[in-house]
């Protein structure tokens, strides 16, 4: 199989070793890289392949991508189907956290600009008692 110009082979589930993260391995193919034989897993959604061709991989030092991209696109957990509503919460969380980001950084950039326009002022006045 052949993804963004990289050789995988399919191969079985890795071992668990902790348990409960063995379902996400039914739901997913296990890709290797075949080249590079120290590159990390990447586990590859089985429903979006079949379905639409799509292809969505996740590297796989952590199952939990994978986990949350099985919630919020195929409603499912490790104990079937998750109730469409506890998805929504979750998307709802997902975009507070998002709006709570963007508030952070426009905050950060007007603080910035008065910085700025204070400094331009201090170097204008400065400037003007250097030359007069
Ligand atoms: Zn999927």
Redesign the pocket.
């Known amino acids: 199989m052949k993804l963004k110009g990289i050789e995988y082979d399919v191969i079985e589930k890795p071992p668990n070793k902790r348990g409960g993260t063995s379902w996400i391995w039914e739901e997913g193919y296990c890709l290797k890289n075949r080249l590079d034989t120290d590159a990390k897993l990447t586990w590859m959604?089985?429903?979006?392949y079949t379905k639409n061709r799509?292809i969505?991989t996740h590297l796989m030092t952590t199952t939990n991508n994978s986990i949350v991209?099985?919630k919020q696109?195929?409603f499912i957990d490790k104990n079937g189907a998750v109730p469409r509503r506890d998805v929504r919460i979750l998307q709802q969380q997902a975009a507070e956290q998002q709006a709570k980001t963007a508030a952070a950084v426009r905050t950060w950039t007007k603080l910035d600009l008065t910085r700025f326009q204070e400094l331009l002022i201090r170097w204008i006045v400065m400037m003007h008692i250097t030359f007069s």
Do not use: D, T
């Not at 959604?45 to 979006?48: I, V």
């Open positions: 959604c089985k429903r979006c799509v969505r991209h099985m696109k195929h």
